[in-house]
């Protein structure tokens, strides 16, 4: 069963939408009795880092999140802000992440680049796929899909990122370590390829 974490931030709807076209069993949860079920999670967001985590604790799934996904090897996939949430902290906030993987959140440098670029980094852009990962199969690369962030997710260790893209300078947009993956990307707003994306992660 894919099971969207529901915890007051992100487009919950749109994923159900796409899983329920597809024939794919879904469901919601909104507390941590209903996480019992999920043999997948996706983890949306779409705010702030602090008020995201702060949501989440409201929630209480976070244990049983934990529990799930470094325990019991559940699959989880990170999009946006909930990918973000997966690392140690953030530059946007002074809470502490869930430190799934190794990491911490930056802000995009546009005084850095040699072309003037504006925040947030808001529409289409190519991904390039680094690494063969099950997440992107079936994906061309340099294939396009849809963002809306000022801050991107910094891997420790450079073997975590299987996809880049390039605003300013080049950041990880899709990211893995064992059972876990994220995207900074919007698959539930990229047509074909987003679509692509969400079946291969219920595929997996």
């Known amino acids: ?32 009795t209903d996480l019992k079920s999920a043999s997948k999670i996706i983890f949306p967001g779409v705010s702030t880092f602090d008020y995201a985590m702060q949501l989440l604790q409201k929630s209480g799934m976070r244990e049983t999140l934990n529990k ?65 990962s099950k997440l992107l199969q079936n994906i061309d690369n340099k294939s396009r899909f849809y963002f809306l962030h000022s801050y991107y997710f910094h891997c420790h260790n450079k073997k975590d990122i299987i996809a880049l893209t390039d605003y300013g300078h080049p950041f990880p947009c899709a990211i893995n370590s064992e059972n876990i993956y994220g995207v900074q990307f ?10 692509e994306v969400l079946k291969n992660f219920a595929n997996l």
Request: proline share 4%; with cysteine; hydrophobic share 40%.
């Open 68 to 132: 799930l996904v470094l325990q019991n090897k559940i699959p989880v996939l990170g999009i946006c802000v909930g990918m973000q949430m997966m690392a140690h902290s953030s530059e946007e906030g002074n809470l502490q992440g869930l430190g799934w993987i190794d990491g911490i959140v930056k802000k995009i440098n546009i005084s850095e680049t040699s072309t003037k670029i504006r925040l947030p980094h808001m529409g289409w852009n190519n991904v390039e796929i680094i690494r063969n």
């Open 186 to 195: 919007h698959p539930e707003k990229s047509h074909k390829n987003g679509i």
């Open 1 to 32: 069963m894919i099971t969207i974490i529901n915890y007051g931030l992100g487009n919950v709807r749109a994923f159900v939408n796409v899983y329920e076209r597809l024939n794919i069993p879904v469901s919601v949860a909104n507390t941590a």
